[in-house]
């Protein structure tokens, strides 16, 4: 089945404890992004990937961290972690030529 | 900078009628594309329906269609013949390049009434 995933689903963590989510795709995407979505704000994007070894800032890259060594894999890294990067993340993928992004099912992160 | 505007935090229709979420933009670049989502309360986001800068016509995808009128920079979503299960919180956005750089706006929550 085509799809994005991401893990974990759920994670709560105290603040300066580094963590990673991982997202992977297997649907052969050039294309991917991470998004953090908070009430009121919609989707905003954290980071992007056009390839392996290419990716670039998206609105609000402060205090992320992410690196793109296989196609498939696009993690997301939080060095030091802080309460108002408490959110829901998501993940999300795309062909070349296809306007169509596929979301992964999200990540609720608390920091404490 | 690209930036998307849905100035409808909350809309409510009744069952079966059709309804309009606005959307504007603003950018200064001739090419890119416009989006609407749909996120049900499960959280999953689904996307509807697609425009491109530089469609002639306006995309329609079933009950969707998208009201591109470029010259006041707006992207419409029209949804025909309402449904419960159309109760979500939808997203417009836009990207530059197939989906590299994106933009999303706040959203708008949608309540069908029976």
């Known amino acids: 089945e085509a799809q994005v995933t991401q893990n974990p689903r759920y994670l709560i963590t105290v603040t300066g404890k580094k963590l990673t989510v991982t997202c992977s795709q297997n649907m052969n995407h050039e294309y991917m992004s991470w998004y953090r979505q908070d009430p009121g704000l919609g989707l905003r994007q954290i980071y992007y990937s056009m390839n392996v070894e290419v990716t670039d800032k998206g609105d609000v890259p402060e205090g992320y961290k992410v690196s793109r060594k296989e196609k498939r894999n696009f993690p997301l890294i939080l060095e030091s972690p802080s309460p108002n990067q408490t959110s829901l993340y998501f993940c999300?993928?795309?062909?070349?030529?296809?306007?169509?992004?596929?979301f992964g099912p999200g990540t609720r992160l608390t920091v404490t | 900078a690209q930036k998307i505007t849905q100035t409808q935090p909350g809309m409510f229709v009744q069952e079966k009628e059709a309804v309009t979420l606005d959307c504007t933009y603003d950018t200064s670049d001739p090419s890119y594309g416009l989006f609407w989502y749909k996120q049900p309360s499960s959280g999953e986001m689904i996307f509807l329906i697609y425009q491109g800068s530089y469609d002639q016509q306006n995309a329609t995808e079933g009950r969707y269609s998208l009201n591109f009128q470029k010259a006041r920079k707006s992207a419409n979503l029209v949804i025909s013949a309402s449904q419960l299960g159309d109760s979500a919180m939808y997203f417009c956005a836009m990207s530059y390049t197939n989906a590299g750089k994106s933009t999303f706006g706040d959203g708008t929550t949608l309540t069908v009434k029976p």
């Open positions: 999300a993928s795309s062909p070349t030529g296809s306007p169509e992004q596929y």
